[in-house]
Structures are given as C-alpha cells and as structure tokens.
C-alpha cells in the first residue's frame, strides 16, 4: 500500500482486496466513517487505534439474551429476554429526585411491564404500538410482571444488537457507555471483518475444520450461538498460536542449524560422577542422558533445563561441562550474580583439580593483571572451563574453541543477553537453566523455541522446609528460637530488607543487623555478605559459612539465587512484604537443601492485600510450580520474570490458561507446515510477534 494515500481514498482503494495484520495496522481509526475524532479519543484509552486494534477489541464476556418464546415464559427471579409491543408507557412523580420509567408490553400470551431508574429521557424513544424488546430481572407482583431493565433494542431489526441474541460485554471507560461501545463495535466488524485476509494455507483450514477468518471474526463479536462463538474464538486463538509457534520453530531452527559434535574422548564425565558424594536421582540421570545426546549431535543444542530450587541442576550442568571438555572443547558457565557465579567456581574447581581440568573464574571484580591473564589463557586455549557473571560476555572474551555454554538461572538475564552469548560463540550448544518462576502451562510458549528437560523430583530424604510467618514486633521470638536452633549447630541466614533500588542503603542496613545480632548472640560468629565486598571478601565469607567457622550470616537478597550450602537451616527474611513472590521462594530454597529439613521465617509488615497474599502462599505451597502458578495468578502474565520480552504479550486472542491444550496441538501442526511457509506468512509473523522478529533477521 502506497503511505502517501491517507484516509477515506485508501480505505476505497483497499476495499477490493483482503488485508494482512501490517495493513490493518497502518488504518487509523479516525479514517474509518464511522468513528468521529471524539468517539476516537475515548477509544483510544481503550487501546484501540487502528483498525486491526478494532478488529482484535475481543469482548470480556456473554451474556445469553436469547428471546423467551412468550412473555408467560418469564420467571420470577432470573433474568429473562422478551419481546412484546408497547401498550401503555407511564413516568411515575419523581420522589426525592427520583424517576421511575414503566413501559407495559404485550403479546398474545399476556403483558409485563418493563422498568427503567432514573433515565427519563428513555420516554422519547418508545411509543405505543412499537415493537420491544427488554431483557433484565424478572419479579411478579400481584397484577404483572415487572423487569428491571438492563438493556433493550426498539423496533424490528432482523440484526439486533443490545438484546434477543447473545450479546458482547466489552471492557469500556466510564465516558463510552456498553451500548454506545457496542453499538459501534457492531457497525465496524459488520464492514469491517471481511476486510481481514486468511492467510492460513486452505489445506489447513479444512483439515483443522477452521472457520474463515472474517467469519470467526465477526462471530467472535456477535456470535449467532455459543457452539458458532466456540468455533470462532478456535479459530482465532489456533491461528495466534499456529503463527507463534510457527515463529519459535524458525528461531529453534535457525540456532540449531549451525552445530557441532561434541563426543567425549575419555572417561573424564564418568570419572566426575564417580567423585560425587551422592547418587543421582532418576530425574538427573534421565536429564544427563538427554543432553549427552544433544551434545553428541550435529545439531546445535539449545536446552532449557528447568527444576525447582535444589533438585541438583548444578551436577547437570557440571556433566556436561566435563563432557564437551573430554571431547577436546572449551565451556563456559554463566551466573546472574557473582557470588552465586563463585560458588559455581568453588564447586567446580573442587572436581575439577583431581581430574587436571583448567578453570577459571573470570568477574567484574578481578585485578586487571588477573583478568588479562585468564583472557589470553582462554584465548590460547589453555584454560578448559570458565564461569563468570555477564562479564563474560563483554568484547576481549574471546574463547579458542567454545563448545558448550550453560547460563544459570536463566530468567535474570534479558533475552538480549542470552542472544548476545548466542553469537559470540555460533556453533557452541547451550544449556539454560532455570529454577522456574514460569508455570508450566506457559513453559512452551515463554520458551517454545528450546528443547525441554524437567528435573522434577528433589534428591530423596529432603524433609522439607517449614515456613511461619511474624510481625515485625514478634522478633526476640525468632531470636529465642535461633539460639536454639544454633546450640543444636545448625546455621542461619538473616536476609535483610530491600531498600527502594538503592544499594548502598542494603548494605547500611545489612551491616547495622549484623552488628546487633553479634551483639545478641555473643557466643557465635556473625559474617555479613553484600554486593559491595570484594571478590576475595565474598569467597572467604562464603567459605567460612560452608565450613561451619560462621553460624549466622547477614545477607542482603544476594544470596538469592543458587547459594548452597547444606548446614544452614534456618532462613530468617526480614521486611518479607518487600520481596517478590518468585524471590522468597528462592532464598527459603537456601534452606533444607541437607537431610534436616529447614525453617524459613517470614518476618514483616504486609500493609497491602496482595503483600498478604503472596505470604500465604508461601505458608501454603512448598513445590515452586505451584507458587509460579499463583504468582502468575496476583500479578498477571506480563509481569511475570522474562515473559514480557518473550513474545507473550503480544497476544490478542489466546488466553494462555485456557489455550493449553491447543497449544500442544498448534504446536504439533506448526511442525507439519514448517516447510511450505510462505514469505507473506514469515512477514505477518514477524509484525504480530515483534519479540521473534530478531530470527528472521539472523
Ligand atoms: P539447584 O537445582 O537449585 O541449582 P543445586 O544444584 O544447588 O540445586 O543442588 C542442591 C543441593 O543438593 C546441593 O547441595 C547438591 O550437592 C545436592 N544434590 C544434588 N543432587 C543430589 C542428589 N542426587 N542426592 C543428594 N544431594 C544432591
Ligand atoms: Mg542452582
């Protein structure tokens, strides 16, 4: 379409020819007759600006206002739809400003008469002997019906609108009223659905039994019957999908095309197992089997490893780690923070010294004398594995031949990040993993383009961690019970209060608790841990904690993610209505992570009801899916950690809690058609799915 045409011109000239979403998009709504600029602006607080927003304005709800077949149909207490003619129309006096509007209609089974509040100036639009149709409660008094009316269409109109069909309930604001709304969605999708191109090949559309496009758009609005508005929103929801999925196979594909083998030489992995203190657990053998088969294959892997906090991903990863090294490559390993990125090199390095495997840890808090070694280590290939934060991926890191990638805790990094690591090593396969703060109803689409394996048991023998929560003014409480709890030699984190986003205030109020504390529990010793300590002073905190020489550490939320170790049972967080749902979950994971089940204590101020909420929730559920689930439920899918630059939000028409079976199965067809997509198609992907569109370009 030629940008210069503006306005009605374009809409004549359109008006033969079907048009994709990009065209839709480019109509304003101001252009279209029947919206005037007033009429334009209450829409667009609505969201609606063009006319495909139009178009995809779906409405909250139905109501069934289907005709009753006689006014002797109605029934006291329901809500009824009838139609009749008018025989007498009466305003009663206004009492206390007050007007009552009572219009009796009749038809050959007997009258009712039909009530309006308040709205006088209703008297105008009726006059006897006209045609009614009312809908709204039903009551009987001693002579007649009467039905407090809700809505109403005067007249003979083989289409109605306000009444006698199922009608649309759209979300409006208080300056556009329903009817007023609806009356004007019903003008433009009666023009304007058939302006919508299908652009779904037709072999498709007969095998899945798809309603045409304008069809399952009108129907969607104003649906004939509830079997019909079914097949439409089918349609429309299957079509979201179909595209999206559509989409993230072209991205998967795109990724996995340029891969390399990395079959292991030596028995350096089975050696690594052997080493370890523990046996695996199903889950973990059964995950370790699926990526030794990615990383066996040309194809490119690209994995998603998801579990819930302290099912053993770490090993996982470190497997495969040793695996590509034993096939002669270098890894690397990524962590959204530094401290939990150290523990990842402590641990590493523990296996790794016996087994003659070179690692590194490569942060932003390296002298300039270390970090320029390590780098041209890593370049010459001397160095086999290095673990850092994001600071790995900044330009100088050059590795010598990159073969595997994990990223941790995926969900803090942005997509940007992962993607950039993409790049910086094109045929290297890649594993995140994730503690899941996403429900699995929405693991496919959130991360529809990776492959998925689910650790989803816990290591036998965990007990379990049980959760309290106390008001701020209970906590010598909670000090009773941690002296207790120390004398019996357990440790306990104590998570200080997020401050507004200012760091250096964590930090005051992190080291004012750790000197009251040491001041409380003379007797131990007290470490403290924050953003601000120098690498080495992290590690020699961290290690003092591990080895016991610490009972209590201070943190600031840090500690957050990953931090492991298996003595500490007892959690205490303080300021808790200041964390997110996802967030507590993961630092009360810092506990019961050994066999004697932990304690986590909530201690706060919850001022707000969804503050509440998310408290008991965490009383309430342990398994983490079921605290994504109702976190997904408090906040909303465009909250959610890492969703919203994903793609998800830019649905229309699929509601991801209901649609999870259609999901599947678009994602099955999306498989069959992959190959025979055309051009048109790829491009209307790409405007519908923005978040995808970086795909098509690489
Ligand atoms: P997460 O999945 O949250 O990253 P980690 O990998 O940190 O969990 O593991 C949590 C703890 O469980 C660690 O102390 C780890 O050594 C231990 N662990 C892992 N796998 C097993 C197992 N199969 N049996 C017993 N303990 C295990
Ligand atoms: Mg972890």
């Not at 998603?304 to 906090?309: E, N, P, T």
Request: charged fraction near 25%.
């Amino acid at each position: 379409m030629n940008v210069s045409e503006t306005g009605i011109e374009k809409l004549k000239m359109t008006r033969n020819k079907a048009l994709n979403a990009q065209q839709l998009g480019m109509i304003k709504i101001t252009e279209l007759p029947q919206i005037g600029e007033s009429r334009a602006r209450l829409l667009k607080k609505l969201g609606i600006q063009s006319l495909l927003d139009l178009l995809y304005y779906l409405p909250r709800r139905y109501e069934d206002r289907f005709l009753l077949p006689s006014l002797a149909a109605l029934k006291p207490g329901e809500v009824g739809t009838v139609k009749g003619i008018i025989s007498n129309i009466e305003e009663s006096p206004s009492r206390r400003g007050f007007s009552l509007l009572r219009v009796e209609i009749k038809d050959s089974s007997g009258s009712a008469t039909a009530i309006w509040f308040n709205q006088p100036f209703l008297k105008k639009v009726f006059r006897k002997g006209l045609p009614l149709t009312v809908t709204g409660k039903v009551d009987r008094n001693l002579f007649t019906y009467e039905i407090a009316v809700t809505d109403y269409e005067v007249g003979n109109s083989r289409a109605p609108v306000h009444a006698g069909r199922i009608v649309p309930i759209y979300g409006t604001t208080e300056e556009l009223s329903q009817r007023a709304l609806r009356r004007l969605m019903f003008q433009c999708i009666k023009t304007y659905a058939t302006w919508a191109k299908d652009l779904l090949p037709a072999e498709l559309r007969n095998r899945m039994h798809l309603l045409p496009l304008s069809e399952a758009l009108f129907q969607i609005h104003f649906p004939q019957d509830f079997r019909v508005l079914k097949e439409a929103r089918q349609r429309l929801a299957f079509e979201e999908l179909f595209l999206f999925e559509i989409g993230l196979l072209t991205t998967q594909n795109t990724i996995q095309s340029k891969g390399r083998r990395h079959l292991p030489k030596s028995d350096l992995p089975k050696k690594f197992l052997a080493s370890l203190q523990f046996s695996l657990t199903p889950a973990q053998n059964r995950v370790i089997e699926e990526i030794e088969q990615d990383l066996s294959c040309e194809r490119r892997m690209y994995r998603l490893l998801q579990g819930d906090v302290g099912c053993g991903k770490t090993v996982v990863a470190l497997h495969a780690l040793f695996t590509v090294v034993a096939a002669g490559f270098q890894g690397a390993l990524m962590a959204p923070t530094e401290v939990l990125a150290e523990q990842h090199y402590l641990a590493l390095r523990r296996f790794a010294a016996p087994l003659n495997v070179r690692v590194a840890i490569l942060t932003g808090s390296l002298s300039k004398r270390e970090r320029e070694d390590y780098l041209s280590q890593l370049k010459e290939g001397q160095l086999d594995i290095v673990v850092g934060t994001h600071a790995l991926l900044e330009e100088q890191v050059i590795f010598n031949n990159l073969g595997l990638i994990v990223i941790d805790e995926q969900h803090r990094f942005g997509v940007q990040q992962r993607d950039l690591l993409l790049t910086k090593a094109p045929t290297a396969d890649v594993l995140v993993m994730t503690a899941t703060p996403i429900p699995r109803s929405l693991t496919l689409t959130v991360y529809g383009d990776l492959d998925l394996s689910v650790i989803d048991e816990l290591p036998s023998g965990r007990q379990g961690v049980k959760t309290y929560f106390l008001p701020a003014h209970e906590k010598r409480k909670v000090y009773q019970f941690l002296k207790k709890e120390l004398k019996a030699g357990r440790q306990a984190y104590v998570i200080c209060p997020l401050i507004e986003e200012s760091e250096k205030l964590d930090v005051d109020a992190a080291v004012k608790r750790a000197a009251e504390l040491a001041g409380e529990f003379s007797e131990y010793r007290v470490g403290l841990l924050h953003g601000r300590l120098k690498i080495g002073e992290k590690e020699s905190v961290m290690d003092a904690f591990r080895k016991g020489e610490i009972q209590i550490l201070v943190a600031t939320s840090v500690i957050e993610v990953g931090i492991d170790v298996p003595n500490a049972s007892i959690i205490i967080i303080e300021g808790a209505e200041r964390f997110g749902l996802a967030q507590l979950h993961q630092l009360r994971g810092r506990v019961g992570r050994g066999t004697a089940g932990g304690t986590c204590i909530l201690i706060g101020n919850p001022q707000t009801q969804e503050a509440r909420e998310r408290i008991k929730t965490l009383l309430e559920y342990q398994n983490g899916f079921q605290v994504a689930e109702k976190d997904l439920l408090l906040r909303g899918p465009g909250e959610l950690m890492g969703t919203r630059q994903h793609g998800f939000s830019d649905f229309r028409v699929v509601d991801i809690f209901k649609d999870g079976p259609l999901l599947e199965k678009s994602k099955e067809i999306a498989r069959l058609y992959i190959d025979i997509i055309n051009q048109e198609i790829k491009d209307e992907i790409a405007f519908r799915f923005p978040s995808l569109a970086n795909c098509f370009k690489c």
